[in-house]
């Protein structure tokens, strides 16, 4: 299914979604990112991989896995296409057209998913974030973080989502070391902040 273009959408990012020009970042590298980022570039993206563990940077650039059930052969054969590389540097973000975040929600005492990562990514992405960017939260937490935390700081930059910027919520869907399921086969759910984010 084609996305539907719109005005609103700055710099023609829907047609370089559809065309697969768009360059995709995921932001955190862990179970969930780095499958998400392989799949991106399986599929005909060009991906940017943001992690702030420079150890996970530097084994993805050389081609080697750190998380067991992804083969190290599928990151080399990203990376050989010359489709996904990694970084830990946030001002890489501007080259994107979409930033997907995958950063940890551990439970805090109470229970509750724990936003600091999330919150802390978001600021760091913040500086770098430019009409036409699409930002999808993936990370678990309850329901409204994108409207209650995300939207107020990305608007606080002068930048209208909705106009400018388009925020989404797409859960988290891996299921780690099930042979039967992959990030191909796992459907996706998708919520835009508005229409026309979605």
Same mark, same amino acid.
């Given at each position: 299914?084609?996305?539907?273009?719109?005005?609103?959408?700055?710099?023609?990012?829907?047609?370089?979604?559809?065309?697969?020009?768009?360059?995709?970042?995921?932001?955190?590298?862990?179970?969930?990112?780095?499958?998400?980022?392989?799949?991106?570039?399986?599929?005909?993206?060009?991906?940017?991989?943001?992690?702030?563990?420079?150890?996970?940077?530097?084994?993805?650039?050389?081609?080697?896995?750190?998380?067991?059930?992804?083969?190290?052969?599928?990151?080399?054969?990203?990376?050989?296409?010359?489709?996904?590389?990694?970084?830990?540097?946030?001002?890489?973000?501007?080259?994107?057209?979409?930033?997907?975040?995958?950063?940890?929600?551990?439970?805090?005492?109470?229970?509750?998913?724990?936003?600091?990562?999330?919150?802390?990514?978001?600021?760091?992405?913040?500086?770098?974030?430019? @009409?036409?960017?699409?930002? /999808?939260?993936?990370?678990?937490?309850?329901? $409204? +973080? !994108?409207?209650?935390? %995300?939207?107020?700081?990305?608007?606080?930059?002068?930048?209208?989502?909705?106009?400018?910027?388009?925020?989404?919520?797409?859960?988290?869907?891996?299921?780690?070391?099930? @042979?039967?399921?992959?990030? /191909?086969?796992?459907?996706?759910?998708?919520? $835009? +902040? !508005?229409?026309?984010? %979605?």
């Amino acid at each position: 299914m084609k996305l539907q273009d719109t005005p609103l959408v700055k710099e023609g990012i829907l047609r370089k979604l559809n065309d697969r020009t768009a360059v995709i970042g995921v932001v955190g590298l862990g179970y969930v990112g780095l499958p998400l980022a392989l799949r991106f570039s399986e599929v005909g993206y060009r991906d940017v991989g943001f992690d702030v563990d420079v150890a996970n940077v530097d084994a993805i650039n050389a081609g080697r896995s750190y998380i067991q059930h992804i083969p190290a052969a599928s990151i080399a054969s990203a990376r050989s296409a010359n489709r996904f590389e990694a970084t830990s540097k946030y001002a890489r973000a501007k080259d994107c057209d979409a930033l997907v975040i995958c950063v940890p929600t551990p439970l805090n005492q109470y229970r509750e998913p724990d936003l600091s990562f999330v919150l802390g990514t978001v600021e760091s992405l913040l500086p770098h974030l430019r @009409p036409g960017h699409i930002v /999808s939260l993936e990370s678990t937490t309850y329901p $409204g +973080t !994108t409207d209650e935390e %995300l939207k107020p700081r990305i608007e606080g930059r002068g930048l209208k989502v909705g106009r400018d910027v388009f925020l989404c919520f797409s859960p988290e869907r891996e299921d780690p070391g099930n @042979p039967q399921y992959a990030t /191909s086969t796992i459907p996706k759910l998708c919520g $835009g +902040t !508005t229409p026309a984010c %979605l």
